[in-house]
């Protein structure tokens, strides 16, 4: 039987993994071609001009759309089949071909970092309905702003370290974030923050890391939430209390294979809202999927099953 042609449209984002995209575009071109007879392409030249482009390409008619690019070009992109919090098209399709320095939703996705698999994945791969995160929270001007997140969204110590990165590429120097971690863990002990999931009681801490998790990998490769999945309608919780820069070192390596959540210093708790409370006056900035976009407070609340992506989810 043949299999019907989708209507497909590929954004890319050049700037992506330090401008290598833009260089590998010819051959990421022709590896598409060899598994879709006819697809639209489009590069992004400015921050969140991927979620202006998918929308415009739903609206058109657009069923596979297809992203080249890291977990911020992603998460544009997610952001983009959404409009006026609702969901354009339900049987649209997202499909990624990593081309990011990070790219941690493709470890929770099973999507191989090898072009040719990837795009061969894309083609063949069932659609998997995930669930979607959307948070609630402060821009640093103080205005309320909402956003959506397919992977991991963390206050405390990933806001931290991805603004110093982003400071670092504003000065042309090389970032690299597990120096900038490392630097960052040297002097950031932490913000004392109330938190409420669900209907539970509120508690108070001071916090290293809150991760508000629907994927299980953050942080270019850290397991931060090794029982997380993207179809189980919940967030894992995270919240690693203050710890000593000796100690990070010590039990840092824990974060990576994800034998950490039995530390005594680390909570796990599963919820479908959360809901975050500063009790500093400092910033406790936020970021998602990557990406530094504001600060506490803020509230998190998933949303089940409500976007198609090309995968294969892994199990436990």
Known sequence: MKRRLLKTRVIINPASNHGRTRHRWSEIKEGLKSFFKEFKYDFTERPFQAT???????????????????????????????????????????????????CDLTRSLNIPRNLKNAIKLISEAPDQSIDVG?????????????RYFLNIADFGLGGEVVKKVNEERLKRKASSYIRCLIETMLTFKGHEVRISV?????????????????????????????QARLDDNLFDIILIKSLKFIEFCWHGWKLINGS???????????????RVFPL?????????????????????????????????????
């Open 52 to 102: 202006e482009l998918t929308r415009e390409a739903l609206k058109e008619g657009t069923e596979l759309l297809i992203g080249v690019g890291g977990d911020g070009t992603v998460n544009e992109i997610a952001n983009g089949f959404f409009d006026q919090q609702k969901i354009i098209n339900p049987e649209a399709t997202l499909g990624i071909v990593p081309s990011g320095t990070g």
């Open 134 to 146: 959307r948070v609630c929270y402060s821009t640093p001007g103080g205005q309320s702003a909402s």
């Open 198 to 226: 669900d209907d539970q009681p509120e508690a108070s801490g001071n916090y290293l890391i809150g991760a508000i998790a629907n994927g299980q990998v953050f942080g270019k490769g850290m397991k931060v939430a090794p």
């Open 260 to 274: 950490h959540l039995s530390y005594h210093k680390v909570t796990m708790l599963r919820g479908r809202s959360v």
């Open 280 to 316: 500093t006056p400092q910033p406790v900035l936020i970021e998602l999927d990557g990406e530094q976009v504001g600060n506490l407070p803020a509230s998190f609340e998933i949303i089940p099953s409500s976007l198609q992506v090309k995968g294969f989810l892994k199990k436990g």
